[in-house]
């Protein structure tokens, strides 16, 4: 793998505890992978043979009900895993994988790191940490959800995108509109409607590009109370 790919790994959620000595066992038996953008990395209801952390780009996951809706359930960045869980119950993953840009991730055999769990407390250790994390980010969704309008949620999801601590930002949509919504747990209508708000609160958007005219206001709309959210 290419230093710049080794070193993702070695800052990933999942491997960022793990010692030096442990790690090189670990990245020793990873295999970097590259994927177009649509392109299925695996099905739900597929043998989970693998752990991955993304290197580069955006992957989703997302369930597919019997009437063939789809539900988005997370949608990660470089750094991410997914699938230790499921992997180390040797189970079958629940949802199903997609790169939603040209990506590059680290595959690591599922084998491979249950007899390193067996054998370093470390893996363990990482293991928990990183479905914590996890946990923790679905928690986190599930608050929003109850707790703030949809402007409030989109002005979060700008918010966590903005390279920018303070002042003007522009930021880069990294996915379509549609995926945006579906992340949010929206209706693509309801993200328009959403984004039209935010223009009181200095939010431009053209195509993918969103200009923020003072990250410290957005992030103030963000955390402020629904109902006075919602009268606005």
Not at 108 to 132: G, K, N, Q, T, W
Not at 135 to 150: R, S
Request: glycine share 6%; hydrophobic share 45%; with cysteine.
């Amino acid at each position: 793998m290419k230093p710049e790919i080794v070193e993702t790994a070695r800052r990933s959620i999942l491997l960022s505890t793990v010692p030096e000595p442990v790690l090189g066992h670990v990245l020793g038996a990873a295999q970097q992978r590259e994927y177009s953008r649509g392109e299925t990395i695996f099905l739900q209801g597929e043998k989970a043979e693998a752990i991955y952390i993304i290197a580069s780009g955006w992957v989703k996951l997302f369930r597919v009900s019997p009437n063939g809706t789809e539900a988005v359930v997370s949608i990660f960045s470089k750094g991410h895993s997914f699938g230790e869980a499921v992997a180390f119950q040797r189970g079958r993953y629940p949802v199903a994988a997609q790169a939603v840009t040209n990506c590059a991730l680290i595959r690591i055999s599922a084998d491979v790191f249950l007899r390193l769990l067996h054998e370093s407390p470390e893996i363990a250790i990482a293991m928990l940490s990183a479905a914590y994390r996890h946990l923790q980010q679905h928690v986190i969704q599930i608050e929003a959800l109850k707790a703030q309008t949809g402007a409030q949620r989109v002005a979060e999801f700008l918010l966590e995108l903005a390279p920018c601590a303070a002042g003007p930002c522009e930021v880069t949509l990294p996915y379509d509109k549609a995926l945006i919504a579906g992340s949010l747990g929206m209706k693509p209508e309801s993200l328009s409607r959403a984004f039209a708000k935010l223009r009181d609160q200095g939010v431009k958007v053209r195509q993918n590009q969103a200009a923020i005219a003072d990250i410290f206001a957005l992030r103030n709309f963000a955390a402020e109370d629904p109902a006075t959210a919602w009268s606005r």
